[in-house]
Each structure stands twice: as structure tokens, then as C-alpha cells.
């Protein structure tokens, strides 16, 4: 059974940052669940940023931040 999709779809949001607005620039990961929490009350950004900023939710409620933090350590990003 190959994983390797699931694997680069979590790197990818182990890496993935805010584009704009207060936390712009912050790792999402890293965004305050009451501000992830709002979003999902009133509506997630369309496109890829609205579905990463589901899936930090996603972890944050399980607590599952450290594997996010493990995984862009263990697994970096070449700087774009």
C-alpha cells in the first residue's frame, strides 16, 4: 500500500503559510484555533488556502501540532 501521497500532503501543510491578513506569514499550523474556529463559522477561503487552513484545524483539535513541527523539521522545504 503506497502512502506517498498522503505523506506530501501533509508536508505540504507542515509548511504552508498565511498569506495575509494579522498572521500573515505564520506557519498555519501556528494560527490561534479561535481563529481557525472563526473561519470555519463563517466560511473558509475558497481554493487550497480554505482547505490547509481545514486540515491545521483538523489538527489542531486533535492535538497533532508536534507532528506538523517534527514533520517540517524532518522533512524541509526548498526556500521558494
Known amino acids: 500500500m503506497e ?3 498522503e505523506k506530501e500532503k501533509l508536508v505540504a501543510l507542515a509548511h ?7 498572521f500573515k506569514g505564520r506557519y498555519l499550523v501556528q494560527l490561534p484555533e479561535s481563529y481557525l474556529l472563526w473561519f470555519r ?21 486533535n492535538g497533532l501540532e508536534p507532528l506538523l513541527i517534527k514533520i517540517r523539521k524532518d522533512f524541509p522545504m526548498d526556500s521558494r
Open 16 to 22: 504552508y503559510k498565511m498569506p495575509f491578513g494579522k
Open 41 to 61: 463559522q463563517n466560511g473558509f477561503p475558497d481554493g487550497n488556502l480554505g482547505f490547509m487552513m481545514k486540515q491545521a484545524l483538523e489538527v489542531k483539535e
Open 3 to 5: 502512502l506517498r501521497p
